[in-house]
């Protein structure tokens, strides 16, 4: 029986493992991507501030 539960536990430490090397490789590709600039311009065609 004790062999059950430590399997068990092996298995939620490599799954919890799994999943946050997955959320930090999320972060690091939306950290990566660089900014979007948008310009507003008005009906003549010159920049607003």
Do not use: C, H, T
């Amino acid at each position: 029986m004790w062999m059950i539960k430590r399997l068990f536990i092996l298995v939620l430490l490599l799954v919890a493992v799994y999943r946050i090397d997955n959320l930090e490789r999320e972060l690091a590709r939306v950290k990566s991507k660089q900014p979007v600039i948008i310009y507003q311009v008005d009906n003549a065609g010159s920049a607003m501030s």
